[in-house]
């Protein structure tokens, strides 16, 4: 039993002299010391690139210029994105509520510099006409008919999409600061009109993929009717 007992003892010592020279060697691999050194990064990206993408998003420390400046670019692509509308959309991967409230201050404000003597409701009516029709559009889409979309990506569509309709509302302040606006009823409503279908299909271009094909109108056909109607408002008050 002795014997055994002894054999026992020195099997667990060879053991674990064994472990002790496996670790020594792992901890001797080149290899293995340069991948538990340096710093946590990206494996697919070089630490330059990673160095560089947390520069670009650490904002704490940045001048309060470059952040302004960056988000205009942001909001300016955005707008060229709702003028040149595609499915694959910035406006859907990057939203933000300047889109609508930019929007509509700039047509509520060209509208009250046309009408001068103005006790400044188109302003207030451009803004109620807007935000209800997007608080039915965005129940529609999220709740009825069930679109793959968030409330703010809907809101932050249809306020960028309403570019078209805010370049007719300049084009009827500069109309009536040239002087030139009496007697072209129809053309403004022809230049109206174009902006609302504009408005529309951009919008439409942009959601067409968060509906289904069977719910795809009934999900459209409130974003149609409400640029339809802000153009016609856009009309009234530039006469």
């Given at each position: 039993?002795?014997?055994?007992?002894?054999?026992?003892?020195?099997?667990?010592?060879?053991?674990?002299?064994?472990?002790?020279?496996?670790?020594?060697?792992?901890?001797?691999?080149?290899?293995?010391?340069?991948?538990?050194?340096?710093?946590?990064?990206?494996?697919?990206?070089?630490?330059?690139?990673?160095?560089?993408?947390?520069?670009?998003?650490?904002?704490?420390?940045?001048?309060?210029?470059?952040?302004?400046?960056?988000?205009?670019?942001?909001?300016?692509?955005k707008?060229?994105?709702?003028?040149?509308?595609?499915?694959?959309?910035?406006?859907?991967?990057?939203?933000?509520?300047?889109?609508p409230?930019?929007?509509?201050?700039?047509?509520?404000?060209?509208?009250?510099?046309?009408?001068?003597?103005?006790?400044?409701?188109?302003?207030?009516?451009?803004?109620?006409?807007?935000?209800?029709?997007?608080?039915?559009?965005?129940?529609?889409?999220?709740?009825?008919t069930?679109?793959?979309?968030?409330?703010?990506?809907?809101?932050?569509?249809?306020?960028?999409?309403?570019?078209?309709?805010?370049?007719?509302?300049?084009?009827?302040?500069?109309?009536?600061l040239?002087?030139?606006?009496?007697?072209?009823?129809?053309?403004r409503?022809?230049?109206?009109?174009?902006?609302?279908?504009?408005?529309?299909?951009?919008?439409?271009?942009?959601?067409?993929?968060?509906?289904?094909?069977?719910?795809?109108?009934?999900?459209?056909?409130?974003?149609?009717?409400?640029?339809?109607?802000?153009?016609?408002?856009?009309?009234?008050?530039?006469?």
């Open positions: 039993m002795k014997s055994d007992s002894l054999c026992q003892i020195a099997t667990v010592d060879n053991y674990w002299s064994s472990m002790d020279i496996s670790l020594e060697t792992s901890g001797s691999d080149p290899d293995l010391s340069s991948q538990l050194k340096g710093d946590i990064i990206i494996p697919e990206l070089p630490s330059s690139d990673v160095e560089t993408s947390n520069a670009d998003y650490n904002t704490l420390d940045e001048p309060i210029m470059n952040t302004i400046t960056r988000d205009l670019k942001t909001v300016g692509k707008i060229g994105g709702a003028l040149a509308p595609t499915a694959n959309n910035i406006i859907m991967k990057e939203w933000d509520l300047w889109g409230l930019i929007m509509c201050t700039y047509i509520g404000l060209i509208l009250q510099g046309i009408r001068g003597d103005s006790d400044g409701s188109q302003f207030t009516q451009i803004f109620i006409l807007f935000w209800v029709g997007v608080g039915v559009i965005t129940y529609n889409f999220v709740f009825i069930a679109c793959k979309i968030s409330i703010f990506q809907c809101i932050c569509v249809l306020g960028y999409c309403l570019g078209p309709l805010a370049i007719a509302a300049t084009i009827f302040e500069s109309m009536h040239l002087d030139v606006s009496s007697g072209t009823w129809f053309l409503f022809i230049i109206s009109a174009c902006g609302a279908a504009w408005s529309a299909f951009a919008a439409s271009r942009i959601l067409v993929n968060t509906a289904t094909a069977e719910k795809k109108y009934m999900a459209l056909g409130p974003v149609v009717v409400l640029y339809f109607l802000i153009s016609l408002l856009i009309l009234y008050h530039s006469a």
